[in-house]
């Protein structure tokens, strides 16, 4: 499942760097992640880096964009070609 920014996201950008994809950009007035970039850092890490940096727990997974395991490392092969 890809992830998405709520609400709560303070525009801080500290979660943009993280991202092994480039799927966190600047939206307005908060960051958004694009679900056809995002697999959560399957394949990089074992758990979504921008998880992990948002001070305030802004991100979280997109009921709109479920994927298991496989469509996930999928989507990092299709990616980055590995």
Known sequence: MAL????ECIACAVCVD???????????PIFVINPGRCT???????????????PVDAIVPDPEHKETKEELLAKKKRLHGE
Do not use: K, L, W
């Open 4 to 7: 998405i920014i709520n609400d």
């Open 18 to 28: 993280e991202c092994p994809n480039e799927a966190i950009s600047e939206g307005d």
């Open 40 to 54: 959560e850092c399957m394949g990089f890490y074992d758990t979504p880096q921008c998880v992990e940096v948002c």
